[in-house]
């Protein structure tokens, strides 16, 4: 089975299985921001001037989205994985959670998910270049596109296909009503739950935060409910992994390069060749954090 993209699909077996449910008993959970219902620039960093009603917002739906899921049994582990990974309130989360927090680490956004049922990704937005609000891949500031074997791709998609790498479907995405497409090529089976609708770049539209949580609650269930009946699959790449990152300018690509791996393939652009996704994406940070240590120097030397 294909998915659009040209991913190969593995369908994973239902997970009403008692030997699958012995052995796998936690739910991991992704939390990003900018896919959140509310959201706006001054929300996005440990500075601004909203960024405290930022944490309640992302806060309030990663404790609802894992106290469903405390009740049927599982062990659910939150990646806070938005900016410096700070986000998420951890007075605030139920029992039977777990967290993970921090930044830089390796695996960024996926980090603490293996080994789990399946995967809920919340808060996830467009990638860079879609007209959606606060759209970007990784690093807004000094990435402007990435592929994976020719396919432009999002954090989404990147993380799906790490997290099937690791035997870990996605079940739910919960985010920017613009990230539909992106998920119906990569995942199609996975529940989608619009949380929010752009009214630009800057400016978004979204229920009340009652109803946000309400629908998400459902949406968990609807998760479950797939899962339960074996409905999920895997995107797989076929054989080995090219993974391109255009950048916004020549020096971000020039130190990028440095890595031995790396290959300057045009001005803004390196390309990486991969065994793994695994490899792959490790690759990917190693060069975003290379570049934003580049613009951060030059700002420095101003």
Not at 4 to 31: E, I, K, Q, W
Not at 85 to 102: C, E, H, Q, Y
Not at 155 to 161: C, G, V
Not at 227 to 240: I, K, M, N, Y
Request: hydrophobic share 45%; with cysteine; proline share 5%.
């Amino acid at each position: 089975m294909a998915g659009n993209l040209g991913y190969n699909t593995v369908l994973c077996p239902p997970l009403s299985s008692s030997l699958v449910r012995a052995l796998l008993r936690r739910v991991f959970v992704s939390v990003d921001a900018e896919g959140l219902p509310f959201i706006i620039y001054s929300h996005l960093f440990p500075k601004a001037s909203h960024f405290s009603e930022l944490r309640r917002i992302a806060t309030r739906l990663a404790a609802t989205v894992s106290k469903v899921l405390v009740e049927k049994g599982y062990e659910v582990v939150v990646a806070d994985s938005h900016g410096y990974m700070n986000m998420i309130d951890p007075l605030a989360m139920p029992r039977g959670s777990r967290l993970v927090r921090g930044f830089p680490r390796s695996l960024s956004m996926v980090a603490g998910a293996r080994g789990s049922m399946y995967a809920v990704l919340l808060g996830y937005h467009s990638r860079a270049g879609v007209l959606s609000v606060f759209s970007h891949t990784y690093s807004g500031s000094v990435v402007y596109r990435v592929t994976v074997n020719g396919r432009e791709v999002g954090e989404l998609s990147l993380n799906a296909l790490l997290l099937a790498e690791y035997s870990v479907p996605v079940a739910l995405v919960a985010g920017s009503e613009e990230l539909r497409e992106e998920v119906e090529e990569t995942i199609p089976w996975a529940v989608f739950l619009p949380l929010v609708s752009s009214m630009g770049y800057a400016s978004s539209l979204a229920k009340s935060i009652e109803e946000v949580l309400d629908d998400l609650a459902r949406a968990v269930e609807e998760a479950e409910d797939k899962a339960a009946s074996g409905e999920l699959g895997l995107p797989r790449v076929a054989g080995r992994i090219e993974l391109c990152i255009e950048y916004v300018n020549p020096l971000a690509a020039e130190v990028a390069s440095l890595i031995p791996s790396v290959r300057l393939t045009a001005p803004r652009k390196t390309c990486v060749t991969a065994s793994s996704m695994h490899d792959a994406y490790r690759l990917l940070e190693a060069q975003v954090y290379l570049a934003l240590w580049a613009r951060t120097e030059l700002a420095r030397q101003a």
